[in-house]
C-alpha cells in the first residue's frame, strides 16, 4: 500500500521535502496549512498531493489528518510542535521537525517511547547537516586512534558572492521571525573545558572574524547552548567546543544597533497610523524628526555620523518622511516589513548555504591534525534555495528511512543519539550535490 505523510505546515522549507517524497518515492503527501493556497502552490496539479485547511490551535484539530497518514512532518514554528507531537502521541504515529528540541516536546519523550513512536528532531541544516558533518569527522578520528580536543561546527544560509548586494550583507531566504528569535537567544560554548556563556542581549558583541578555508572571511557569533551536545558527541570534560553562525563583516555590529535603537521591541501592539518612519525613529531615541535625526541616532549610538549603520538605517528608510506601511504591530513588524521589502531575493537571485566543521586530534604517536569538513551550495536561479533543499532533503530522507524500517528507535531523539543515521543521510544528499569536502593539515 502506498505512504501517506503529512507535511503539517506550507512554508518556504517544504518544496523540496513534498518533491522528494512525491516524485522520489511515489508517496502521498497531504500538506496542511492555515493558507490553503499555499500549500496547493507547493503540491501543484500532482494527484498524488491534497492541500488541507487546519488552524492549529490545539492538537485535536490535527486529528483526522495524523490519524490517516503513516508519519508526520511538522514545519511550523517551534511553538506548535507542541499540538503535532500529542495528536502523535494519540494515534501512534512518528513525528519529524527540523528545529531544536523544545521543553514542551522532550516531556513527551517516556510516552513517545511507551507507544513505541518516535520524535525525531534537528533534521534540517542548522541543527542537522552540522551533525552529520560533525559525527563524520568524530568518527573518523576515533577510528584512526584519535583523542578530539577541539571542536567547532559553523552553518549559515546568506546570499551567495554574486548576489550579496546590500549593506545588511543578508536576505531572507526562511522565516524572518525566526530570525529574530534567534538573535535574542543566550549562547554557550566551552574554551577548553570552561564554559563560556553569552546572554542574548549581549549575542551581537560576541563575535569575531573566521576564515573558512577555500570558501572566505566571515563574522561568526555563538549559536545556542553546546552543553547538550557533550555527551551525545562523546566528548570530555576538557575539551573546547563551539557551534557558531556564520554571517558576511559588518553584520554583529547592524543587527547590534538595530536591537539598540529599539527596533527589536516585540511586547506591544501599536497603532503607527499617519506615523513616518522618521518620527518612529526620532521617538526610539529620544529626538526629533527633522534634517538632524541621523546626527540624534549617530549621538544615542556613540557612533561618528558617516558609521556603516546610520547608512545603513537610512537604506532601510528609517529616516524617511514617509507614512509607515502597517497600521498596527510592533516595532519589530515595522523594522521586518521594511527588512523584507529591501532584503528579500529575486527570482533570480542565489542563496548561499555553507556548514564547515573543525577539530583537532593527539594521535597515539604525538602527530597533532586539523580535520576539516566543509559543504557549500547556492540556490537554483528561478528554482528553490540551497537553504530549502538543505532542511528539506534531510527530513525527507529520514522520513522515508523510517517508514522503511531503517529507524527503529523510540522516545524523542537528534541526529548525535542516533549514531546509525548520519552515514546513510550523507550519502543520499550527496546525489544531491551535498557534499563534504575533507582537508587534514598538520599542527
Not at 507547493?42 to 503513516?70: C, F, M, Q, T
Not at 506615523?275 to 541621523?294: C, F, I, M, R
Amino acid at each position: 500500500m502506498k505512504k501517506k505523510v503529512a507535511i503539517i505546515g506550507a512554508g518556504r522549507m517544504t518544496r523540496p521535502i513534498a518533491n522528494y517524497l512525491m516524485d522520489k518515492c511515489n508517496y502521498t503527501i497531504i500538506m496542511v496549512d492555515q493558507i490553503v493556497s499555499r500549500a496547493r502552490e507547493v503540491i501543484g496539479d500532482r494527484p498524488g498531493g491534497k492541500a488541507v485547511y487546519i488552524l492549529i490551535k490545539k492538537s485535536e484539530n490535527l486529528d483526522p489528518v495524523i490519524d490517516e497518514v503513516d508519519i508526520a512532518i511538522s514545519m511550523v514554528p517551534k511553538p506548535i510542535h507542541i499540538h503535532v507531537a500529542k495528536s502523535c502521541l494519540r494515534h501512534r504515529k512518528n513525528m519529524l521537525t527540523a528545529s531544536y528540541e523544545t521543553p514542551e516536546v522532550l516531556a513527551l519523550a517516556p510516552e513517545a517511547k511507551e507507544k513505541g513512536i518516535l520524535f525525531l528532531n534537528e533534521m534540517g541544516e542548522d541543527p542537522g547537516i552540522d551533525h552529520f558533518g560533525t559525527q563524520m569527522v568524530l568518527e573518523t578520528i576515533r577510528q584512526e586512534g584519535g583523542k578530539v580536543t577541539d571542536v567547532e561546527s559553523y552553518g549559515c544560509g546568506i546570499p551567495s558572492f554574486e548576489h550579496n548586494n546590500n549593506p545588511m550583507g543578508y536576505k531572507f531566504s526562511w522565516d524572518p521571525r525566526t530570525l529574530f528569535v534567534s538573535a535574542q537567544t543566550a549562547a554557550a560554548y566551552y574554551k577548553k573545558g570552561k564554559r563560556v556563556e553569552v546572554p542574548g542581549d549581549q549575542l551581537f558583541k560576541h563575535f569575531w572574524l573566521k576564515e573558512i578555508d577555500g570558501v572566505g572571511t566571515f563574522e561568526t557569533y555563538p549559536n545556542k547552548d553546546c552543553k547538550k551536545y557533550l555527551e551525545p558527541f562523546v566528548l570530555t570534560d576538557d575539551v573546547s567546543f563551539f557551534r557558531g553562525l556564520l554571517r558576511f563583516p559588518g553584520y554583529c555590529n547592524k543587527m547590534r544597533y538595530l536591537k539598540e535603537i529599539g527596533l527589536f521591541h516585540s511586547d506591544r501592539i501599536e497603532n503607527f497610523e499617519n506615523v513616518t518612519y522618521g518620527q518612529l525613529t526620532a521617538s526610539l531615541v529620544g529626538g526629533e524628526a527633522n534634517e538632524k535625526l541621523e546626527e540624534q541616532v549617530a549621538e544615542f549610538l556613540n557612533l561618528d555620523i558617516n558609521a556603516d549603520f546610520i547608512h545603513c538605517l537610512k537604506w532601510l528608510g528609517f529616516f524617511n518622511n514617509s507614512h509607515i506601511n502597517i497600521k498596527k504591530g510592533t516595532i519589530l513588524d515595522v523594522l521586518l516589513d521594511r527588512m523584507l521589502e529591501k532584503m528579500s531575493y529575486a527570482p533570480h537571485e542565489k542563496d548561499m548555504v555553507i556548514v564547515h566543521i573543525e577539530a583537532i586530534a593527539k594521535f597515539p604517536d604525538k602527530r597533532r591534525e586539523k580535520r576539516l569538513a566543509t559543504m557549500k551550495m547556492e540556490g537554483i536561479p528561478y528554482g528553490d534555495s540551497a537553504m530549502s533543499r538543505a532542511v528539506g532533503l534531510p527530513i525527507a530522507i529520514g522520513a522515508r528511512m523510517i517508514l522503511e524500517g531503517k529507524i527503529n528507535a523510540t522516545g524523542a531523539h537528534i541526529p548525535p543519539t542516533l549514531p546509525d543515521l548520519y552515514r546513510p543521510i550523507l550519502d543520499e544528499l550527496a546525489t544531491f550535490g551535498f557534499v563534504f569536502k575533507e582537508k587534514t593539515t598538520q599542527l
